[in-house]
């Protein structure tokens, strides 16, 4: 998950949870493949927490819906929804108690709720202070001037270079909050980022932008010392009684000692770390970071192991190698490539690619990766190391959109922005072949086993088999084609929301579904399964669409992305789908038949 604060560590030892689109996706340390996703949003995921026990899951949404999800995290069912903010959600925290969650709303929202866990009713509400707020955290309760515990629930939050402090009363249902104190006259004003409270709720930490953090005396409500602790701002933090861990956006997290506040360990996990939570034990720490990365850490020595990455950006398309189901390579606008073993869900290899534009498009073997760029390059990228095999330079003018490799691996068949198909001799690099008919930008590209006929679409409302015949819809751009193995029937979707199905022996179709009843899901992509007897289609509608070849009924529509389902395959075996969509999120799909 690239949201911050958005991983979190079960009470249990076994399962932890983090954000994925518009998911919260339940983890075992233990199993990669045990997984349970909670659906309960149509847009990405801004917030998570967990309650203390484990007993809730609480997440906030963005968008027209910015509803707040309750979760029963032993039934994994939805227990409330709150509906009362609106364009999104900042922040959402339970308190130590489990008896009150507070929901902190966008800017645009300015409001923040308490809401009673008991019944999924409003307890109060105020305007935010700091406006905007961006984050809130519990911290006990009010103590009186004897720091003895009083009625009144304490919470802290900031935002807009400010911190405040409220005392909310759940039986008067009444909130009041008092500005934090500034270190002195003159003092520099700080951009906020994250705030936690310290284990005996006697002093907030605050990290800022600036790369330190501020330590405020909550009986004072002062901040009285300023720590220096990364160089890019920081990013999360985490307190226990041993000390206080910094995640810093310079890919640092940092070990403070809980009394002197002088750093005693540090280490560097590849990326801004935006996430931290302990163990039960407090032995362990989760460390998530922007570039998509979890790891598990020692809390004292702060040695650890990688637990699972992912991109950082949408994803563009899927490829399966030809040889074997076991694995498979995903491209994403982030300029990696991953190659994943779909036994574990692990990487295999990870290939970032720099200074090359946007990718477009990408094909896997076992021996190689091939991409093509907007900047006109197809590069080749060994598939174990990642190391750069070579590059075609100038492939097409104005960049690669399509991309293709030979079924014999000797030559790949590649498509342009401005409608030019080219072959290219892998051995030599040399063009072998230019093909110029399409007018507009070549959408996919799929070969026969003879690798002598090629289908090309594009934009421009034509699907072309080159050296047999031209087959036109005049609906909208084709956007996708998919060819059976005994290469008797293509499909195609486009800009006119429907599923074609072509003889290529016969001009007109053999068949055309629409996609929906509305005539609002435009698919982006379509493939055809191994044995023929099912294709599938992904769009705009943001399902997994699977439909009988010899009916053409749709048997399923699946649930799972929150964006544009961009690319999908069929493993060699029929067995599996896997699809990425511009949610930035990789779903793998069993198939049973």
């Given amino acids: 998950s690239s949201i911050c604060g958005t991983i979190c560590w079960h009470p249990n030892g076994r399962k932890f949870l983090y954000a994925a689109g518009a998911s919260v996706v339940v983890c075992d340390l233990a199993d990669p493949h045990d997984q349970v996703f909670l659906r309960g949003h149509d847009n990405d995921i801004t917030c998570l927490v967990l309650s203390p026990s484990g007993r809730y899951v609480a997440s906030g949404q963005s968008g027209y819906n910015s509803d707040v999800v309750v979760w029963d995290f032993e039934s994994k069912s939805l227990l409330y ?26 800017a645009t929202d300015n409001k923040i709720f308490i809401w009673d866990m008991s019944n999924g009713h409003i307890v109060t509400v105020s305007n935010a202070n700091p406006s905007p707020c961006i984050t809130a955290v519990w911290g006990g309760m009010v103590r009186n001037v004897k720091r003895r515990d009083t009625g009144h629930y304490q919470l802290a939050t900031a935002g807009n270079k400010q911190l405040a402090l409220w005392s909310i009363d759940p039986i008067k249902g009444e909130m009041e909050s ?21 284990e005996d709720l006697e002093t907030l930490y605050a990290g800022t932008s600036s790369g330190d ?40 997290v940092t070990l403070f000692d809980a009394h002197s506040m002088h750093d005693i360990n540090q280490t560097n996990v590849g990326g801004p770390v935006i996430s931290l939570c302990y163990s039960p034990d407090h032995t362990e720490v989760l460390a998530g970071t922007s570039n998509g990365f979890i790891r598990r850490l020692r809390s004292d020595s702060l040695q650890g192991r990688l637990v699972c990455e992912n991109h950082s950006a949408p994803l563009i398309c899927v490829s399966f190698s030809p040889e074997s189901s076991e694995r498979f390579a995903t491209l994403s606008h982030d300029c990696s490539m991953r190659v994943w073993d779909a036994t574990d869900y692990s990487v295999i290899t990870s290939v970032f690619v720099r200074d090359a534009g946007t990718p477009a498009a990408m094909c896997y073997t076992l021996d190689f990766l091939l991409s093509g760029w907007s900047d006109g390059r197809v590069r080749a990228h060994d598939a174990e190391t990642g190391k750069n095999l070579w590059h075609i330079d100038n492939a097409h003018r104005g960049g690669v959109s399509a991309l293709q490799l030979s079924h014999n691996e000797r030559f790949v ?34 070969l026969y086993k003879d690798d002598v006929h090629a289908l090309s679409c594009g934009r421009d409302r034509s699907v072309l088999c080159w050296d047999l015949s031209s087959h036109v819809q005049r609906m909208g751009a084709i956007n996708s084609v998919s060819l059976t193995k005994d290469e008797t029937l293509v499909a195609t979707v486009g800009q006119e929301k429907r599923l074609t199905l072509w003889d290529l022996r016969n001009h007109d ?29 992904g769009g705009t509608s943001q399902l997994l669409k699977i439909w009988n070849t010899r009916t053409m009924s749709l048997m399923t529509a699946q649930e799972g992305h929150c964006g544009t389902i961009v690319d999908l395959k069929f493993s060699p075996d029929d067995k599996q789908i896997v699809t990425v969509g511009a949610d930035g999120i990789i779903l793998v799909w069993n198939l049973y038949s």
Avoid at 418 to 441: D, Q, T
Avoid at 512 to 530: F, K, P, R, W
Wanted: charged share 20%.
């Fill in 81 to 106: 929804r709150l509906s009362e903010h609106d364009h999104g959600i900042s922040s959402v925290a339970f308190s130590h108690d489990e008896k009150l969650l507070c929901t902190v709303g966008y």
């Fill in 413 to 446: 068949i590649t498509g342009g922005v401005e409608g030019e198909v080219r072959v290219w001799e892998l051995r030599s690099r040399e063009l072998v072949s230019h093909l110029k008919e399409h007018s507009g930008a070549v959408n996919s590209i799929a």
């Fill in 509 to 537: 179709p053999l068949s055309v579904t629409n996609l929906s009843q509305d005539g609002s899901d435009e698919a982006m992509v379509v493939a055809i399964s191994g044995s023929g007897k099912w294709i599938a289609t």
């Fill in 178 to 198: 008092t500005k934090v104190a500034a270190e002195g006259r003159g003092s520099q004003v700080r951009d906020f980022t994250t705030i936690a409270f310290s």
């Fill in 213 to 252: 953090f501020v330590v405020v005396n909550i009986k004072q409500k002062a901040m009285n010392m300023t720590i220096p602790a990364t160089r890019q701002g920081v990013r999360s933090l985490l307190t226990s009684s041993q000390g206080m861990l910094v995640g810093g956006g310079d890919g640092t």
